[in-house]
Antibody, heavy 121, light 106 residues
Framework: EVQLVQSGAEVKKPGESLRISCRGSGYSFTNYWISWVRQMPGKGLEWMGKIDPSDSYINYSPSFQGHVTISADKSIGTAYLQWSSLKASDTAMYYC??????????????WGQGTLVTVSS | SYVLTQPPSVSVAPGQTARIPCGGNNIGSKSVHWYQQKPGQAPVLLVYDDSDRPSGIPERFSGSNSGNAATLTISRVEAGDEADYYCQVWTSTSDVFGSGTKVTVL
């Protein structure tokens, strides 16, 4: 079974750093890009960026460029999303998803279970 | 940047048909994908490439795409279909999600 398993919920203070993880299993991790998606409380889905685990090439959404860092360790089949200085506005659920691609399109399947990040003083 | 427009909500009685539109400039030239998100759960792929269903997705869920609007159709709606539904496309620079539609089963 193809699965993405994310790390657990986090509660942090403003200014702190954080790294959350997404481990893939049941498929060849380096054959598919991993994307990260944000969902703020009561809001919709926002694409943050994606990484090719085979060479760690990264593409960020302009909305998130410079605010987060995406990385991956192909040796352990894990992708990461990290912040160097959290803000209260980073409070959200974060999902990773395997990116399925064809010549003309891409979509996401499956998704991780989500990691809830709460930033509060 | 490319914008996908969805109505905030759609209400439908059990057994009836729900149609969820996703508007975008010349969206018919793109492949549209749909996700279902139930409360407290991660999104699930429902329809990909306009009208294909992953294994395990009931035939009651179908998609179409033409001109400036794509549509997700839910036939014979059940109480368990109550959820948020998102459309998504890929552009040359990014993946884009619609704003989401909450389907309420009356």
């Amino acid at each position: 079974e193809v699965q993405l398993v994310q790390s657990g919920a986090e509660v942090k203070k403003p200014g702190e750093s954080l790294r959350i993880s997404c481990r893939g299993s049941g498929y060849s991790f380096t054959n598919y890009w991993i994307s990260w998606v944000r969902q703020m409380p009561g809001k919709g889905l926002e694409w943050m960026g994606k990484i090719d685990p085979s060479d760690s090439y990264i593409n960020y959404s302009p909305s998130f460029q410079g605010h987060v860092t995406i990385s991956a360790d192909k040796s352990i089949g894990t992708a990461y999303l990290q912040w160097s200085s959290l803000k209260a506005s980073d409070t959200a659920m974060y999902y990773c998803a395997r990116r399925m691609t064809t010549v003309t399109t891409s979509y996401f399947d499956p998704w991780g279970q989500g990691t809830l990040v709460t930033v509060s003083s | 940047s490319y914008v996908l427009t969805q109505p905030p909500s759609v209400s439908v009685a059990p057994g009836q048909t729900a149609r969820i539109p996703c508007g975008g400039n010349n969206i018919g030239s793109k492949s549209v994908h749909w996700y279902q998100q139930k409360p407290g759960q991660a999104p699930v792929l429902l329809v990909y490439d306009d009208s294909d269903r992953p294994s395990g997705i009931p035939e009651r869920f179908s998609g179409s795409n033409s001109g400036n609007a794509a549509t997700l159709t839910i036939s014979r709606v059940e109480a368990g279909d109550e959820a948020d539904y998102y459309c998504q496309v890929w552009t040359s620079t990014s993946d884009v999600f619609g704003s989401g539609t909450k389907v309420t089963v009356l």
